[in-house]
């Protein structure tokens, strides 16, 4: 392992397939770009489970206009769906597939969906109410005796689904996935092996889902330290950021009558805060309205790709003011279309 310059820019992995190092084909690519502007451009993409659906908005939006994107460095859903898009599919694509996961017996069967049901249970009569806290005080049995209400077999199954079976090092645009290291408490980046299996453990929301052990690490979500990888996107070798937060907005509570809801707002408050700190050093912030949507909430896609969508919109004129002559250079939308056209499609389970 080599040692890390401070805190913040991570473990290097140095066992297969999980080694730290940019890819020559990346560099070429790298350097052929960088002829044509003078900043590296980095897409930073922060977690929040199902609000990260709101990413796949943002990336329609930039696309669209041209933006150029160097590098994608994701945390946790944000990996998830930042790997989607550097693999080289695009966004309406990657909604169509999402929305395929969304209705297949396999989501509706999951552990993730009675997560979200247990939530609705506000909003519902008597009966249904009485069977989400059931389902609740299951899934809270569970977790007193298992490092996750998911097995990492269960959510790999997802991550299959979503995600090409690829190496990092033959993405479409260079990626980055950020993940924790419980044992030693740094940041892990991934930039190169197995996509998916760097997005699993980029997603491996602590508690929900049993960490992903690899060798002497314990490897979780990568927004238990770095909620939005603006410092990550920077040590990549980004000139520039342009962060996107979908984090839960933060909201007076003039009630917390038990210690279940005082714990949750202690860790809002602790992820806001953090959030704060790291956005300081982004250039471009994007923040999707979210509103304070659980992270097991994948029922609100639509409306959520459609909150990025409209903040990206908001905060493009900001970004054009930090990236001049937008316009005229080889764009991300350019390479994926020109990816696309010389790569066959990627197969997906039906």
Same mark, same amino acid.
């Given at each position: 392992?080599?040692?890390?310059?401070?805190?913040?820019v991570?473990?290097?992995?140095?066992?297969?397939?999980?080694?730290?190092?940019?890819d020559?084909?990346?560099?070429?690519? &790298?350097?052929?770009?960088?002829?044509?502007?003078?900043k590296?451009?980095?897409?930073?993409?922060?977690?929040?489970?199902?609000?990260g659906?709101?990413?796949?908005?943002?990336?329609?939006i930039?696309?669209?206009?041209?933006?150029p994107?160097?590098?994608?460095?994701?945390t946790?859903?944000?990996?998830?769906?930042?790997?989607?898009?550097?693999?080289?599919?695009?966004?309406?694509?990657l909604e169509?597939?999402i929305?395929?996961?969304?209705?297949?017996?396999?989501?509706?069967?999951?552990?993730?969906?009675?997560?979200?049901?247990?939530?609705?249970r506000?909003?519902?009569?008597?009966?249904?109410?009485?069977?989400?806290?059931?389902?609740?005080k299951?899934?809270?049995?569970?977790?007193?005796?298992?490092?996750g209400?998911?097995?990492?077999?269960?959510?790999?199954?997802?991550?299959?689904?979503?995600?090409?079976?690829?190496?990092?090092?033959?993405?479409?645009?260079?990626?980055?996935?950020?993940?924790?290291?419980?044992?030693s408490?740094?940041p892990?980046?991934?930039?190169?092996?197995?996509?998916?299996?760097?997005?699993?453990?980029?997603?491996?929301?602590?508690?929900?889902?049993?960490?992903?052990?690899?060798?002497?690490?314990?490897?979780?979500d990568?927004?238990?330290?770095?909620?939005?990888?603006?410092?990550?996107?920077?040590?990549?070798?980004?000139?520039?950021?342009?962060?996107?937060?979908?984090?839960?907005?933060?909201?007076?509570?003039?009630?917390?009558?038990?210690?279940?809801?005082?714990?949750?707002?202690?860790?809002d408050?602790?992820?806001?805060?953090?959030?704060?700190?790291?956005?300081?050093?982004?250039?471009?912030?994007?923040?999707?309205?979210?509103?304070?949507?659980?992270?097991?909430?994948?029922?609100?896609?639509?409306?959520?790709?459609?909150?990025?969508?409209?903040?990206?919109?908001?905060?493009?004129?900001?970004?054009?003011?930090?990236?001049?002559?937008?316009?005229?250079?080889?764009?991300?939308? &350019?390479?994926?279309?020109?990816?696309?056209?010389?790569?066959?499609?990627?197969?997906?389970?039906?």
């Open positions: 392992m080599v040692p890390a310059k401070n805190d913040m991570g473990v290097r992995l140095k066992v297969p397939p999980i080694i730290i190092r940019y020559t084909r990346h560099t070429r690519w &790298h350097r052929e770009t960088m002829k044509r502007k003078s590296n451009i980095g897409l930073a993409l922060g977690g929040g489970g199902a609000r659906f709101a990413h796949i908005g943002v990336l329609r930039l696309e669209e206009e041209n933006v994107i160097d590098i994608i460095v994701g946790s859903s944000g990996a998830l769906v930042g790997a989607s898009y550097a693999s080289g599919i695009g966004p309406d694509e169509e597939i929305e395929g996961y969304l209705e297949s017996p396999e989501f509706h069967s999951s552990a993730i969906n009675a997560i979200e049901e247990a939530h609705k506000e909003d519902s009569g008597l009966a249904r109410k009485i069977q989400s806290y059931l389902k609740n299951v899934i809270l049995l569970q977790a007193m005796f298992k490092p209400i998911l097995s990492a077999k269960d959510f790999r199954a997802m991550i299959d689904y979503l995600l090409p079976d690829i190496q990092i090092e033959d993405m479409a645009i260079p990626f980055r996935a950020v993940a924790t290291d419980l044992v408490g740094k892990v980046i991934f930039s190169e092996g197995s996509l998916r299996e760097a997005v699993m453990a980029s997603s491996t929301v602590p508690g929900a889902i049993q960490p992903l052990k690899k060798d002497n690490y314990l490897l979780s990568g927004g238990i330290i770095a909620h939005v990888p603006v410092s990550a996107t920077i040590n990549e070798g980004a000139d520039r950021v342009i962060a996107v937060v979908v984090s839960k907005d933060i909201l007076l509570e003039d009630e917390l009558t038990n210690a279940q809801e005082i714990l949750s707002r202690a860790n408050l602790t992820t806001h805060y953090l959030v704060q700190y790291e956005l300081t050093r982004a250039d471009v912030v994007i923040r999707p309205s979210v509103g304070t949507l659980h992270w097991s909430e994948f029922s609100h896609a639509q409306h959520l790709i459609r909150a990025g969508e409209d903040a990206a919109r908001e905060s493009m004129g900001h970004i054009r003011s930090i990236i001049p002559g937008t316009k005229k250079w080889f764009t991300i939308g &350019h390479y994926l279309r020109l990816y696309r056209r010389k790569q066959c499609q990627v197969p997906f389970p039906l």
